[in-house]
């Protein structure tokens, strides 16, 4: 009886398997999308409402741009501290380390509440560590552990993994927040994220403890780097996705909080463009390949700008949902297949298999510029709804210089000899 039962879920099991592409990618990818998951179950709450509490206990809109541009600012810096300490350490304690600062941003918001002006300073480099460390391990774990023909299949399956809690966790934890009176329901969520922190670092010792042999060069990096034309037009392309990526992680929630406040309604939102996301990120490990990463980026960024238009036209909650829902759509045909073409460009740089953390912390100053001029076009634009959207389309314009400059920076990357090692 027991060998009936266990057929059909092992059939079933390998089925979903399929679906995801996880026959695709090795049992050490997987072991690592675990612990991504833990990641992104704990940070849930202060990508998605930490903007909308800074809001209602201070009263200043201003605040979240300036929140957000000290972030940027600093985050490049804590790449650079990151690639330090993955040389000296390892990845999963980077990870590790990154997870934990986390944790320390939500002791010190809650903490500080009644003085967070004067504080966000100081929060804006405790979270900048945190994503800092955190991301620069992530990123060097997934070029560590795909390949370049698999990584689309790779990245897919994360983008699926961060739908599924994108969807679920964030109209759970609007409703409590709605439900509890005051600030009672960011207590109990911030508290119960804790619980999750705790797993997701014990994740990370299931990981390989590798770590890269030697000393840290990276005034050589720099001017390896600097030399090599691959690189420069790669940094480039990730200026030109900067300006629009770093203002639409958080905008879009302000704007649409800015129309109606709810932080259940923002809950909702962050369900269906979840649900979106999770069939977007699907259906790109099914039809993008290095072959054609390109013409879906043109498409995507095309389909984009012509919903940005619609916002021009009107502007309410249902149409910034809508826009919301359609950006996390085409945003898995921009991001990803970029990112897939930056690994593949630092892992043909000279010495990619020891130096791949500093190119990839190189890689963030260029992010960074263009995540800073993003919020700074948004912000120069006039003071109404209106020309928020102006700001919006302008940024996503600009970003069509990420597939151009990316198509010469394969391109010339295609022509040095390969790295990696076999």
Known sequence: MDKKITRPRRRASRLLARLLGADLVSGTYLEFVKMHAGYLLFTNMKSLFTNTLLIRVTGDNSLVMKFNLMQFICIPFAYTLGAFYIRRRSLPRA???????????????????????????????????????YTLANQTMTLEYSADENREAAI?????????????????????????????????VFGVSMVIAFFAVRQTRKLPDRRIPGQIHFRETVRDALHSRPFLLAGLAETFKGVREGVFTFFLNVLLFECIQSEFLVGVNTLLVGIVSIFGCWLLGR??????RIRYMFAALASLLCVTCILLLRLDAFTVMLMSVCNSFFTCFTLNPSSSMQFYVVSKLPESQERRSEYLALKAYFLAIGRVAGVIIVSSMPGTAQ???????????????????????????????????Q
């Open 287 to 292: 039809l993008v390949r290095p072959h054609n």
């Open 95 to 133: 990870a590790a380390w990154g997870m934990g600062f986390s944790a320390l941003f939500y002791a010190v918001f809650f903490l500080s509440l009644n003085h967070l002006v004067w504080m966000l300073p100081l929060l804006s480099v405790i979270t900048a560590i945190s994503f800092g460390f």
């Open 156 to 188: 897919s399956i994360s983008g699926v993994v961060s739908g599924v809690i994108s969807m679920a966790m964030p109209v759970i934890n609007g409703a409590i927040i709605s439900a509890l009176p005051g600030l009672g329901g960011y207590y109990a």
């Open 387 to 421: 020309g928020s959207v102006l700001g919006m389309l302008a940024i996503t314009l600009l970003q069509f210089g990420t597939p151009i400059l990316y198509h010469f920076a394969v391109k010339e990357a295609s022509l040095l000899p390969s790295q990696e090692t």
